[in-house]
Each structure stands twice: as structure tokens, then as C-alpha cells.
T-cell receptor
Framework: KNEVEQSPQNLTAQEGEFITINCSYSVGISALHWLQQHPGGGIVSLFM???GKKKHGRLIATINIQEKHSSLHITASHPRDSAVYICAVRRSYNTDKLIFGTGTRLQVFP | EAGVAQSPRYKIIEKRQSVAFWCNPI?????LYWYQQILGQGPKLLIQFQNNGVVDDSQLPKDRFSAERLKGVDSTLKIQPAKLEDSAVYLC?????????FGEGSRLTVL
């Protein structure tokens, strides 16, 4: 079993829909990152979380440390949101090492 | 602020040939990572530098892969000789105050 699991693996949506991507992890962490990767492109860091909730534009990220779970929400989705979203956690005892999920591929259709 | 620069963006070689990738992190970022990302998978850490010292290279296939960061700034990753299974995107990233900054990646195709 992977230490970081994401769901769903693939997600399609119509423009304007509210989207949720989930990340569960099984190790103690000091921080969790949500990353975005466009086809053929590099990776962009969206959020770094250690507790609570963060918002940036139409993106919202939440984390529940007790339940070892984080969600990434996209409100009013747009075709330009189509990308792979990757959850990565930093272990609490080895803060330099990241453990990556396998990503969620999102396609938003007009 | 300039981002993490990587080159080349794309490289096609035949198996048993060699290839080198270059990364210039954001100025002042002491921590630099090289990741390998095979299609459909998450990034896998190859090596981590802190300034010019190696922090973690436990997953680097040292019989064919090498990396250096001589002056604690830019870094090169070399593969010699390449195998078919090395086809992947090689991502360079730097870290500052916990935040990660990735380059565009170098896509390698080994034929």
C-alpha cells in the first residue's frame, strides 16, 4: 500500500463544476503540498499546508491532521484547470524527504 | 524572480549513449533535488543536495547515473550508458523555507 493515496485517479468535469480531489496518507507529516502539472510542463506548487485551510483564487486546500487527510477543491472549474494534481507529504521525522502520490488527472470540458 | 531553469527540454538518444541535464535553481536556494518521473507515475527522488553536499542519493542508480553541484549553485545530472527504462522526465527542484520550486523538466526518450 502506498504511503500517499489520491482519489480519484481520473476526473472529468464540465466547466463551472465544483471539483474535489482527495489525498490520504499513512505516515506522520510536518507538511503537505498540493502540486499542479500541465501536460508536457513542469510542476507548480499550489499550496503547502501543515494545518487548517488555505485559499488562493478559486482553489481551496484543507487538511485534517488527525484523520491524515487533505482535500483540494476547485470552484467554478475552467478548461485551463485541466492538469494532473499531485499530493506530496513531508515526513515529520525526515523533513527533507517528500513522498508523492500518483496524481489525479483532471479534464474540464467547456 | 527567475524560476528554476533546466536544459535541454527534450532529448532523444539511443540506448547505451550518454546524456547530461543541467539545472540552475533560484538564487539563494540551498536545497536542490533531482527527480525522475516516468509517465503515469509520481516523481521519484534521485538525489538531494544541500549546497554542494549530497544529502540523499539512496535511489540513484550509481552504476549509470551521476550528479554534481560543484559550487553549490547549478547542478548536472548525467546518465551513461542510457537504458530504455530511463525514458522519463527529469525534474529539478529547489526548496526555500519549505516551499518547493520546480523547473519545466527535461524529457528524455531512449530508443
Amino acid at each position: 500500500k502506498n504511503e500517499v493515496e489520491q482519489s480519484p485517479q481520473n476526473l472529468t468535469a464540465q466547466e463551472g463544476e465544483f471539483i474535489t480531489i482527495n489525498c490520504s496518507y499513512s505516515v506522520g507529516i510536518s507538511a503537505l503540498h498540493w502540486l499542479q502539472q500541465h501536460p508536457g510542463g513542469g510542476i507548480v506548487s499550489l499550496f503547502m499546508l501543515s494545518s487548517g485551510k488555505k485559499k488562493h483564487g478559486r482553489l481551496i486546500a484543507t487538511i485534517n491532521i488527525q484523520e491524515k487527510h487533505s482535500s483540494l477543491h476547485i470552484t467554478a472549474s475552467h478548461p485551463r484547470d485541466s492538469a494532473v494534481y499531485i499530493c506530496a507529504v513531508r515526513r515529520s521525522y525526515n523533513t527533507d524527504k517528500l513522498i508523492f502520490g500518483t496524481g489525479t488527472r483532471l479534464q474540464v470540458f467547456p | 524572480e527567475a524560476g528554476v531553469a533546466q536544459s535541454p527540454r527534450y532529448k532523444i538518444i539511443e540506448k547505451r549513449q550518454s546524456v547530461a541535464f543541467w539545472c540552475n535553481p533560484i538564487s539563494g536556494h540551498a536545497t536542490l533535488y533531482w527527480y525522475q518521473q516516468i509517465l503515469g507515475q509520481g516523481p521519484k527522488l534521485l538525489i538531494q543536495f544541500q549546497n554542494n553536499g549530497v544529502v540523499d542519493d539512496s535511489q540513484l542508480p550509481k552504476d549509470r547515473f551521476s550528479a554534481e553541484r560543484l559550487k553549490g549553485v547549478d547542478s548536472t545530472l548525467k546518465i551513461q550508458p542510457a537504458k530504455l527504462e530511463d525514458s522519463a522526465v527529469y525534474l529539478c527542484a529547489s526548496r526555500y523555507e519549505g516551499e518547493l520550486f520546480f523547473g519545466e523538466g527535461s524529457r528524455l526518450t531512449v530508443l
